[in-house]
C-alpha cells in the first residue's frame, strides 16, 4: 500500500516549458488536491477533484491546469512555465468530507 | 489571501516542556487539521477537530477550537526532540470541499 505517490521528485525546467505532474493514490479515495508551498506562505490549493472526471479551481489556478480521468490519477499541467511557478508542489487525496487528507512527499520543481 | 495565520511563527523550547501554537481563520469551517511537516517532507495529519466540537486529544496531543473566536489552539506536551517540525493548521471552509492552510509555526526542542 504505497499512499499517494508523486511523480517527478525534482524537475528543472526552462521558461516556457511544459510538464505534467502526476499524483497516484491507491486508497479509492474521492477527493484529490494539487498545492503548492513556497517558503513562508505555507500551502495554497491550485486545484481540486471531488471524484472522477470532475476538477475545479483552488486559490492560485492561473497558470496551470488538471485532468482526472481516472478514479486514482491527478494531474497537473504547466502549460508555459514561469519563474513564478517555481516551488514545492504537493499532491493529497481524502475518502470522505471529515476525514484527514493523506499528502505525497512532493515534487520540488524549479524553473530557470 | 484567504491563508489562515499561525502564530508564533517560530517556537524553540527545551525537551519535556509544553509547546503551545494558535491559529486563527477567517471563515466558517467545517472541519479543522492539524499537520506537521518534517523537513523536506510531506504532510503527516495530527488531529481533526469538527466545527461542534471544542475539544480533542490523541495521545500528547490537545485541540481546542473555539468557532466564535475562529481560532483554534494546539498543544504538545511533554515535548521530545523528534517534535522538532513545522506545525500547519488547515481548514475546510463551510459549503466546499476546500482547504485553508496556515502559515505555519516552526518548532525546535532542543534536547
Known amino acids: ?112 | 489571501s484567504q491563508q489562515g495565520e499561525e502564530d508564533p511563527q517560530a517556537l524553540s523550547i527545551q525537551e519535556g516542556e509544553n509547546a503551545t501554537m494558535n491559529c486563527s481563520y477567517k471563515t466558517s469551517i467545517n472541519n479543522l487539521q492539524w499537520y506537521r511537516q518534517n523537513s523536506g517532507r510531506g504532510l503527516v495529519h495530527l488531529i481533526l477537530i469538527r466545527s461542534n466540537e471544542r475539544e480533542k486529544h490523541s495521545g500528547r496531543l490537545r485541540v481546542t477550537l473555539d468557532t466564535s473566536k475562529k481560532s483554534s489552539s494546539l498543544l504538545i506536551t511533554a515535548s521530545r526532540a523528534a517534535d522538532t517540525a513545522s506545525y500547519f493548521c488547515a481548514t475546510e471552509t463551510s459549503g466546499t470541499y476546500k482547504y485553508i492552510f496556515g502559515t505555519g509555526t516552526r518548532l525546535k526542542v532542543l534536547a
Open chain 1, 1 to 112: 500500500n504505497a499512499g499517494v505517490t508523486q511523480t517527478p521528485k525534482f524537475r528543472v525546467l526552462k521558461t516556457g516549458q511544459s510538464m505534467t505532474l502526476l499524483c497516484a493514490q491507491d486508497m479509492n479515495h474521492e477527493y484529490m488536491y494539487w498545492y503548492r508551498q513556497d517558503p513562508g506562505m505555507g500551502l495554497r490549493l491550485i486545484h481540486y477533484s471531488v471524484g472522477e472526471g470532475t476538477t475545479a479551481k483552488g486559490e492560485v489556478p492561473d497558470g496551470y491546469n488538471v485532468s482526472r480521468l481516472k478514479k486514482q490519477n491527478f494531474l497537473l499541467g504547466l502549460e508555459s512555465a514561469a519563474p513564478s511557478q517555481t516551488s514545492v508542489y504537493f499532491c493529497a487525496s481524502r475518502r470522505h468530507p471529515n476525514q484527514p487528507q493523506h499528502f505525497g512527499d512532493g515534487t520540488r520543481l524549479s524553473i530557470l
